[in-house]
């Protein structure tokens, strides 16, 4: 396996998700390519020589040489304060990847997908999302979405649009819209059950997250059934940001 090197990133576009959140696309000259649902690491350097890095998921499928990543700004983080705020188009950062080879789904794969994401772990299952679509995939795609309130969701506008073969469920855990049919509270065993595949559907399960709702999330899947080799998580915690 060749070894990974960090390559220059030039930052070309930017889209605000929410008010802590935005998609950054850069260009990676040399960039090889990727799969969804790995991620990369970004380093920052500053002019006295001090460098911070942390890893991020890619948030969209290989497109030549430009990578996105959707990043959540940690209050009194290194890094994504900078990419969130501070950055601005034609800047550079250095980023080396892709990294990840379990969690990741490839289009050629024909077996149904039941994505569960809570917050910002929506990222990399939405690169999966974008890269069914983009192959023309008809395997069918169910995602889960489990965020606080309606104001912190991510690719709204996107996600919001029919897509042929894809049911999306939002489940909120402090505040619902008006009317909506589930009161606010954690992923539960029913959610799973009604939102989700049967297990004798034998779906490829992608689970991401932070680790408590990973592992409840992979918990209720195994109550319900699903194969433990079928259920692919990728957890994250408080890293500094």
Known sequence: MARLTWRAARLTGVRDETATA???RFEVPGWSGHLPGQHVDVRLTAE??????????????P???VVELTVERVPDGEVSPYLTE????GDEVEIRGPVGGWFVWRPGSAVPVLLVGGGSGVVPLMAMIRARRRAGAKVP??????????????YADELRRPEPGLDVTYLY???VP????????????DDLAEGGWPADFAPDCYVCG????VEAAADLLLTLGHQAGRIRTERFGPTGG
């Open 22 to 24: 935005r998609t950054l």
């Open 48 to 61: 006295d020589g001090y460098s911070a890095q942390r890893s991020y998921s890619l948030a969209a499928p």
């Open 63 to 65: 497109d030549g040489e």
């Open 86 to 89: 501070v950055i601005e188009v």
């Open 141 to 154: 795609f169910r995602l889960l979405y489990s965020l606080r309130d309606p104001s912190r969701r991510y």
């Open 173 to 175: 855990t402090r505040s």
């Open 178 to 189: 008006d009317g909506w049919p589930r009161g606010p509270g954690r992923l539960m065993l």
């Open 210 to 213: 932070p680790t408590g709702f």
